[in-house]
C-alpha cells in the first residue's frame, strides 16, 4: 500500500490516439487533464475567390485587396505548419465569395465531425464542399439538418463544455440539434447569448489554454467566462481577440501590439499573421481553417 501525501504533486503526460493527457496527483486525487481543445494534428484550408471582394460584411470598411489576401492567406498556412499542422489545403470556390472562411461549416471533434446549417443564406450550399473531405477523414459524420441554423464561428470548444453563442446566424434550434449530436460523445453544450453588436461569438474570444480565455470587455461583462480565467484585449484592439491556439502556438493577427505584448507576458508562444483584408470582411483567425485530430 502506498501513503499518498496531501501535499503531493506528482504529474506525467503520455498519449493515445494523438490526443495528449496529463496525469498528476494532488492533495491526495488522482486527477486526468486532456488536451483535445487545441492539440491538434490536422487543419483544413479553402484558398480565396477573387469573388471575396463581395464577401458579406457587417460594416463597410473597404473592398479587401485580393493580392494581399493570398499573401496573408499563405502566411497563415505556414504558421499552421510551423505549430505542427498537416494542412490539407483546398482550392477555392469561386461561387461563394466566403468560402475561404471554412471555419462556419463544420464542428471537428476528436471523435466526429459535424456538418453546419450556416445562418447567411448565400453560404448554405458551401458544407457540400467540406462534407467529402471531412468523411474521408472521420468515421461519424453528422449534418444539422432540422430547421434551425447554426455556424461554428459561434462555438467555442474548451476542455470542460461547448460553449455556443446564439447570434443572427446561429438559432436556438441549431444549438438543440448540436447539442443532441455531440451528447453521444459525452460532451456538454452551454448555450449563451451573442450581444447583437458581436457577429459571431468567437469574433471576441478565443481559447488560450485549458481555463483560459482572451476576451474583449464587451463579451465577457455578460458573464459567459464566470468559470475560466481571463485576459482582456487592450483597448482599441478588440480585434485581437479571435486567435488560434493550435499545440504550443497562438496564431493571432499581427496588427496589435499592446495585446500580442500582453500575452507574451503571460507566458503564451506567438505567431503573428496579416489579416487586413479579411477582417475587411469580418474574418478573423479561426475563421479561416478547420482543426482536429480525427480518429478514423
Known sequence: MIEISSRTILSF?????????????????????????????????????????????SQDRGVPDFKLM???????????????????ELDALEEFPDSTFV??????LPE??????????SRLKEV??????????????????????????????????ILVGRSERTSAEGVSELKEIVSKWGYKVTEVITPPEILHFKTDCSLLNNDTILSTERLASTGCFENYNIIL????????????????????????????????DCGFKVLRVGNTECAKIDGGMSCLSLRFTPHA
Not at 493570398?70 to 505556414?78: A, G, L, T
Not at 471555419?103 to 471537428?108: N, V
Not at 466526429?112 to 443564406?121: E, S
Request: glycine residues 6%; negative net charge; hydrophobic residues 35%.
Open 112 to 121: 466526429g465531425a459535424v456538418i453546419m446549417k450556416p445562418g447567411a443564406p
Open 70 to 88: 493570398n499573401i496573408h492567406h499563405i502566411d497563415y498556412v505556414k504558421a499552421l505548419k510551423k505549430a505542427g499542422a498537416n494542412v490539407i
Open 13 to 57: 503526460t503520455f498519449s493515445h490516439k494523438n490526443l495528449y493527457y496529463d496525469i498528476y496527483i494532488q492533495e491526495g486525487i488522482l486527477c486526468l487533464m486532456s488536451y483535445r481543445s487545441y492539440n491538434f494534428t490536422h487543419a483544413i484550408t479553402r484558398k480565396p475567390s477573387k469573388a471575396v471582394v463581395r464577401g458579406l460584411t
Open 233 to 264: 484585449t487592450c483597448d482599441g484592439e478588440e480585434e485581437a481577440a479571435n486567435t488560434v491556439r493550435y499545440n504550443e502556438w497562438i496564431i493571432m493577427p499581427d496588427s496589435f501590439i499592446n495585446t500580442t505584448k500582453r500575452l507574451i
Open 103 to 108: 471555419e462556419d461549416t463544420a464542428l471537428c
Open 128 to 161: 457540400n464542399y467540406i462534407e467529402p473531405q471531412l468523411s474521408e477523414l472521420y468515421r461519424e459524420v453528422y449534418r444539422i439538418e432540422g430547421k434551425g441554423t447554426i455556424e461554428a464561428g459561434d462555438i467555442l470548444t474548451t476542455e470542460s463544455e
